[in-house]
């Protein structure tokens, strides 16, 4: 299991980062990228425009408009931000979502 563990992880390296979104009502809309966290900075027709949430860092990341990756552009001058409270937030929601589909398979 920890060698194909590895071997994705490297697959997903080499190719791209692994992205989601979250949307929200309050605040601009945020990407994450690897543990990285985006905010979107310009929509465009064609293509949104999202920087990263660290000040100084001027790490870029590039979607079309149905959200797929085009590219990403610098490196990040600092460590992921694993426990940011939006990460964290998402994180508990699938938790939860995993948790009501394991009870909905038991009890059928
Ligand atoms: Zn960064």
Redesign the pocket.
């Known amino acids: 299991m920890a060698e194909a563990f590895v071997t994705l992880t490297s697959e997903i390296q080499a190719k791209s980062p692994s992205i989601s979104f979250i949307n929200s009502n309050k605040e601009k809309p945020l990407l994450f990228a690897d543990d ?1 966290t985006f905010k979107l900075n310009k929509i465009t027709t064609t293509t949104k425009y999202w920087i ?1 949430t ?1 000040k100084d ?1 001027a ?1 870029k990341v590039h979607t079309d408009s149905n959200n797929g990756l085009m590219k990403s552009v610098g490196n ?3 460590l992921p931000e694993k426990e940011k409270h939006e990460v964290r937030e998402a994180r508990e929601k699938m938790t939860h979502l995993k948790k009501h589909f394991l009870t909905l398979n038991i009890s059928t």
Request: aromatic share 12%; net charge neutral.
């Open positions: 990285y990263c660290i860092c790490t990040h001058s600092h």
